[in-house]
Every structure is written in C-alpha cells, then in structure tokens.
C-alpha cells in the first residue's frame, strides 16, 4: 500500500510548493491582458500534460474578472496526472491577483478545502483535506514565475477511500520563496519546506506506523536565471509545434523529431544548468518513530514427500531515530571548472526487533561527506550534452525503422556511442586534475567504530589516470571477534553467531594493527593508487586480485584475535 500512496506524497508537496502562474488598472483591459498572461504560463505544462497523459489538465478556459481593486482567477476542474495513471483532483483553484508597482502582481492563492485522488483505473483512492490554508505570492509575467511565496497550510490529512488502508496527517506544512534580482538580471535567495506531526499509518504488511515531529528542506540559489527556464519552455513548445504542423502537412514523411534541433538542446541545458549553478540544498528530518507489527508466516503442510514447515510467528520491529539530515552542494556549472559535495548524517538510531547478534554493530551515529573539486564543468556539458542529443535522436529513429536488422545495428551503435563517452570522460577529468575527497566520514556502533578518509586526484601522467589514498580504520574488531566466538558457543545459541564471527576473522587477515587512545586496538585498510599503476593493500601489492596470504602480511598485520576456549568468558 505504500507504493499506491505514494503519489499522495506528491499531491502534498505539489500544494506546499506550487501554483499557477499569474499577471495593470482593474478594468476589462487589464483582466484580458491577465488572461493572456495566465493562459501562456500554463501552455507548457498544459501542453506537456496533454502530449504524456501526465501532468496538469484544465476541464476549462481560464476565468479572470475583475473585482474591487483586483482581479478574480479561476482555474476550473485543474487536476494533476501522475504515473502509472494516478490522478489528482484538485477542483477550482481560485486566485486574487492585484497589480503592483513595477510589473509584479501580488496573488493571494487557495486550494479546495477536500479534493480526490483516483487511481489508474480512475476508482478513488484516497481524500485530501485541508483545515486552513494561506498563499501569498509575487508573480512576474515576463519570468512566468514566482519571486516570493509566503504559504501554509494547517491541519492537512490524506485518508484512503472507503477503508483504512493508509492514512497521513500532518498539524502543519509552510513553504517560503524570497529571491532577490541580482545586478546582471539573475535572482538569488532561499527556498523553504517544513511540515511538522506527521504521521503515517499503513495496513499492508501487518500493518505500520510511522511518525516524525518535523521535516525541513532547504535550497538556496545565487545565480538563478528565470529567464533561461522560460526561454526553454517556449523553444520547446516552438519545436513540437513545427513538428505537428510538418506531420500535418505530409502524413507520410518521417517523423520530425524536436530533440535533433540544436537551439532546443542548448536551451533545455542552459536552463539545468542555470537552475543548478551555484545552488546549495539540505534535508532534515526529526524524531522518527517507526512501528511494524510483522507479518506471521503460516505453516506449510507436508507435500509430495517433503515434510512440513513450521510456521513463524509475526515479530514485531521498532527504531527511533533522533536526527537524519543531507545536504548537496554544486558551483561553477558555467565555469571551466566547478565543484560538488554532498553530506549525509544519521543521529540516535534505536533499533528493537533486529537480528540480537547485530545489535552491537547497528550504527547509533553515522556521516559521510565527499567532494569532487576541479571538475571540468564546461567539457562535460559539451560532451554530455551532444550524447544524449545524439541518443535521443537515435532512439527516435530506430522506433521508426521496421527492420528488425536495422533496429539492430542502430542498438549497437547507440551501444558504442556509450562505451565512447565513457571512453572520453577520464580524458576530461585528468585535463582538468579533478580531485575526490573523502573525510569526516564515520560510524560509531557499541561495538564497532569505524572511520573513512582518503583523496584520489585525476593525473594524465598516472598509469591509471588518478592516484591517491583510501583509509578505513575500525575500532573493536578484536574484541568484538572475541565476544561472538564466545556467544556461538552459548547453548541453544544462534548458529548465525560463529559466521558473523567468521567474516570478522578474515577481515582480521587484511589489516595492520594499531594501539588506539583508548587503549582499544585499531584496525587498519589503507588502499593506495601509486602514479606508476600500482594498486597496495597495506603496502602489498593487489595482484592477482585479493590474494594477500597471512604470511605475506606487511609489517603490523596481524593474524585473527584467537577463539576464546569453551567456559571463557
């Protein structure tokens, strides 16, 4: 049931982050010139909506009227497909719009207070209600965007239709806009998302419940160009209007296909990448609470001479988690060379229900932050952008030839162009000496700690085209080797102890030792990538592929810690 509800999730965010776009004296005149303003912002994804089957449908003509200082807007029967033939029903939308100063026009916006959500055989699926609702915004028409947003929205619940397969609630979700215009005409400024009290229930499986305090997202631009997006949106719809009008005027001639046209293809990356330029975002999520009740497994009566098989009883899981929180980072898209970085943390993971032997080694805390500097942002944009051009023209080609020969060798050489790319890149990356960093990365387990760093550098002069060093060092191994060995040999104990054990122990064959701070033993990996090709585990070369015997273990590698005997604690 959590994949049906999962465009619930969409219709969600769709109402804390998205409106139509609207547009100066209140009078006759100023409400034809709005119409018009509103009708060419919601071609394209009108338009878009029409040509995939998804996306946002009207079962009418744009209404505006004006009324005492501003202008009434009405979007009758708007409705948003989704895939897999999910639709939402999302009613009239009504918007006042008043004109600014300077072009702008301020636009206060509401949703139905209920609206449906149907499924792919058009049979409702769940109900959407709203208890209150608020949306300020500042639109300009020349940008078919929003500048500012300020909305909220209290008391938001999602039900299942006719039964009590899944239900989300939420006490509150806002979401805010503040972009400011830069001095060359490029905007900056934040992007918002919060929903606090959600909670999730859902019935198949056994049944599961699912609960947060709050939700944030975040993204901030400081070189956003609205314009960009607005001009790929009309070449888009320039081309696919050339396209129709060729197929009209000859049936019989091959289909046109818009993704060969070199302005569009410039376009569509032109807007990415000014949308992504200098654009940082972060995710944050608190105080989970998970609850499933699991599922028993019946028993399986004997059949064809093979005995019965007992059934199971359903085992219920629960895990709290305090703090899980992301983050991504990318500049210098339009430069010659750009970096990005990610980050991702997880803070107070409690697990109840797991597997007993792995409870010390489920992470109560773990990070992980890589970044890529020096990449070649401008060579990759070409080069990407003429292969999926490229591609996708081929592809639309090879649907069009019925041969089943041709179809073939077309494949092949969409395969090559692939392996061609692929080929290249590496050549980029060296040119431009991109460098991949790996630090503040680690877990912290009860019983295992274990931390990663390391950096590799693309090199044209390296053998392997890069050089560089990775480190894992872990923490407890030995003494927790020691503490399953001890517990396989428990009566009645689970037979999953001495593998787990196992597995440790030929870890132990690979790494150096060293004496921690506290006075705990440190594991040791250290991979390293010599500009003359050479690949080194522990300074031992890695040739044939993992084959490292524990004789010929370098200095401080040390053999496994031993078994414990029988009746030692």
């Known amino acids: ?281 972060s995710f944050e999520i608190a105080n989970v609470k998970i609850h499933a009740n699991g599922m028993a497994v019946p028993e399986q009566p004997a059949k064809d001479g093979m005995p019965a098989i007992p059934g199971k009883p359903a085992v219920p899981f629960d895990a709290t988690l305090a703090r899980m929180s992301s983050g991504f980072d990318v500049s210098g898209l339009q430069e010659e060379k750009g970096r990005a970085g990610m980050k991702l943390k997880l803070d107070g993971l409690k697990v109840a229900g797991a597997d007993p032997a792995l409870d010390g080694i489920i992470p109560t805390l773990a990070n992980f932050e890589l970044n890529v500097d020096d990449l070649p942002m401008k060579a990759l944009s070409h080069q990407l952008g003429d292969f999926f051009t490229d591609l996708m023209a081929q592809a639309a080609t090879a649907t069009a030839v019925p041969n089943a020969g041709e179809q073939l060798q077309m494949q092949h050489r969409m395969r090559d162009q692939v392996v061609m790319l692929m080929a290249t890149l590496p050549q980029a990356l060296t040119t431009a000496g991109t460098k991949l960093s790996i630090h503040n990365t680690h877990t912290d387990a009860p019983d295992l700690q274990s931390t990663l760093d390391g950096d590799f550098r693309a090199d044209a002069a390296a053998a392997k085209m890069a050089t560089g060093t990775l480190t894992l060092s872990l923490v407890g191994v030995d003494d927790l080797v020691q503490k399953l060995q001890a517990q396989s040999q428990a009566p009645n104990a689970n037979p999953k102890l001495a593998g787990y054990a196992t597995m440790l122990s030929m870890l132990q064959l690979y790494t150096q030792t060293e004496q921690g701070a506290n006075g705990k033993s440190v594991r040791k990996l250290v991979f390293e990538l010599k500009p003359d090709g050479q690949a080194l585990l522990n300074g031992q070369p890695l040739s044939p592929p993992g084959r490292m015997a524990p004789g010929n273990m370098a200095p401080g590698m040390t053999a496994p810690a031993p078994a414990p005997t029988p009746g030692t604690p």
């Open 1 to 281: 049931m959590f994949l049906k509800a999962q465009p619930v999730f969409l219709a969600l965010f769709l109402m804390a982050t998205t409106a139509p776009s609207f547009a100066a004296t209140v009078n006759d005149q100023g409400a034809a010139e709005l119409k018009k303003n509103v009708e060419d912002s919601l071609a394209f994804p009108l338009d878009m909506g029409k040509r995939n089957n998804e996306g946002l449908t009207l079962t009418g003509a744009v209404e505006v009227t004006p009324k005492d200082g501003y202008y009434e807007v009405k979007l009758p029967g708007a409705a948003f497909s989704a895939a897999q033939g999910f639709k939402f029903d999302l009613g009239t939308i009504i918007a006042n719009v008043t004109p600014g100063d300077e072009g702008e026009y301020k636009t206060a916006l509401s949703l139905p207070a209920i609206m449906n959500v149907y499924d792919g055989a058009n049979a409702p699926l769940a109900t959407i209600t709203i208890g209150s609702q608020k949306f300020n915004g500042t639109w300009i028409p020349s940008l078919a965007a929003f500048t500012k947003v300020d909305a909220e929205y209290k008391d938001v619940a999602v039900k299942s239709s006719g039964n009590d397969d899944f239900s989300i609630t939420t006490g509150g979700m806002t979401t805010t806009l503040d972009l400011k215009k830069n001095a060359d005409g490029t905007w900056s400024g934040p992007n918002t998302f919060s929903a606090v009290n959600v909670k999730m229930h859902f019935n198949e499986g056994g049944g599961a419940d699912v609960a947060f305090d709050s939700v944030t997202a975040g993204s901030a631009s400081d070189k956003l160009n609205l314009q960009s997006r607005k001009v790929m949106q009309d070449k888009v719809l320039k081309a696919l209007s050339d396209a129709s009008a060729k197929a009209s005027a000859d049936p019989k001639a091959p289909a046109a296909n818009p993704v060969t046209d070199p302005a569009l293809a410039a376009a569509m990356a032109a807007s990415v990448e000014s949308f992504l330029d200098g654009m940082s975002s």
